[in-house]
């Protein structure tokens, strides 16, 4: 399972925000404190006002941790796929995997059964305030198989390319993911897409594709 990791000035932005806010909020309280209970209505306008102007901080810093959580993505394949000529319902697929600073690219050649090639991965969904940090979802990309367009169900085997993910089910089977209070949910996801190039993308929530 991979867990990529991007602190850049957006996380840095985040953290002084919310610095800054939690300062407002309690200059805007001593202020008030000093002035006094009977003269509030008349000088204590400047500590209200670093108070609301915290409120405003806090808010849009919840935007852009949603904004993050929602957005953020890593690309994570490669496929070339294309129809085998004199064989009908199937294609070879050049599926690169791409690797991090612990795992080098992948890159192999299959022969799948089916009109459409689909990639499957294993993605452990974090809270969208752990995605602000700087930490993407985990996600290992694991099975590569092949449908068809009629809807006839395919009689060629899985094939697992990031190795197996059984533990991973069993796990979830057994009620052992623990969700709280990092993780958001742990499941698995699949694209489905036809012949050409396409690059794949593991987003906070999803695996998906576009054209190369």
Do not use: C
């Not at 690169?96 to 993605?123: C, P, S």
């Not at 305030?129 to 979802?137: A, E």
């Not at 489905?192 to 794949?200: E, K, L, Y």
């Amino acid at each position: 399972m991979v867990y990529p990791v991007a602190f850049g000035w957006i996380q840095t932005l985040l953290i002084a925000m919310v610095v800054a806010a939690l300062a407002l909020f309690v200059f805007g309280f001593v202020r008030m404190r000093k002035v006094g209970r009977g003269a509030l209505a008349r000088h204590g306008s400047g500590g209200i006002v670093l108070i609301v102007l915290a409120a405003v901080i806090l808010w849009g810093t919840t935007l852009l941790q949603t904004y993050l959580g929602l957005t953020g993505e890593v690309k994570a394949a490669h496929v070339v796929a294309a129809p085998v000529a004199g064989t009908p319902h199937s294609l070879d697929v050049e599926l690169t995997l791409f690797g991090d600073r612990g795992h080098a690219d992948q890159h192999q050649k299959y022969r799948i059964e089916g009109d459409m090639w689909v990639l499957q991965a294993d993605i452990v969904e974090l809270q969208h305030w752990v995605n602000t940090m700087g930490f993407h979802s985990g996600y290992q990309v694991t099975r590569l198989f092949g449908e068809r367009l009629d809807g006839v169900a395919v009689k060629q085997n899985q094939t697992f390319v990031g190795g197996s993910d059984q533990n991973f089910f069993e796990d979830m089977q057994q009620h052992s993911w623990y969700t709280k209070p990092f993780v958001r949910s742990a499941y698995g996801n699949a694209v489905i897409a036809t012949t050409g190039s396409w690059d794949v993308y593991i987003s906070q929530d999803a695996i998906k594709t576009r054209p190369a």
